[in-house]
């Protein structure tokens, strides 16, 4: 029974390590989900951790710091460009998400998208959000300092299908309280869809690569169990066959024995 210790405790010891290298990301979302914001706008950042039970403690990063709010969602009114940065947070059943990385701007206006790289053919919809969501009236989106177009009431920039042309650098422009004011600068980037797109234009999702590295380590596991299973069959065979040979040895004896007898 001895010799079957060893294969196990090396398989228990191989599932504790793949169960502490391999603990789930938490995700962090952001809602509104603009990674660019304006002072005085309320933020929430969702923690999608691993919790079976829904009922663990969160931890919060901002920029490497631990945050005191130990909830799932963690709501606060932007204050200062000081409340931008990167946030992370994990759950007692997974390890740090990946940064979402938050922008904070002082202006009157603010472009937002829900992307800034956009694969051909990809909607495209850019907000032109105002400082205490107040009313913008004559509204222009720019591209390449050029106004693609004019409103005198709001509305949202959309583009069906990007295209090659829609590569540049946007703003908006309109007056706000009797102020002809501008937003920042910012690239939109468009790409020829030759490679996967999840649609944030993440070249390849983390979920895929997490689905890889598990396939490979079932089929590392499982070819171990195969050899461990091998192994301990010839182990085995050899151990029957030999007290076969030693019975037979000891029949053949015995006869033997039995024939000299008088
Ligand atoms: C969460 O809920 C589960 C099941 O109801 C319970 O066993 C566990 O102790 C709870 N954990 C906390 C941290 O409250
Ligand atoms: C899009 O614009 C950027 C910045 O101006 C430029 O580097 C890039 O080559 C452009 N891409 C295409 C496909 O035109
Ligand atoms: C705002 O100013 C720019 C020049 O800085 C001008 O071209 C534009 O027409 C003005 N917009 C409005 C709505 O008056």
Redesign the pocket.
Known sequence: MWQLLPPAALLLLVSAGMQAADLPKSVVLLDPPYDRVLTFDNVILKCQGK?P?????TEWLHNGKPISAKSSSYFFTVDSVNDGGEYRCRD?FSSFSDPVHLTVRTGSLLLQSLQWVFQVGEPIQLRCHTWKNKTVTRLSYLRNGVVKKFSHNYFDFYIPEAKQEHNGSYFCRGIVAGNNVSSETVHIFVQEGRHYSNGTGEAIPSTRTDFISWQITIFLVVGFLFAVDTGLYFFVWRDLRSSVEIRRDINVRAKTLMTYDP
Do not use: H, I, P
């Not at 039970?53 to 403690?57: T, V």
């Open positions: 919790d039970f829904g009922n663990s403690s007692d």
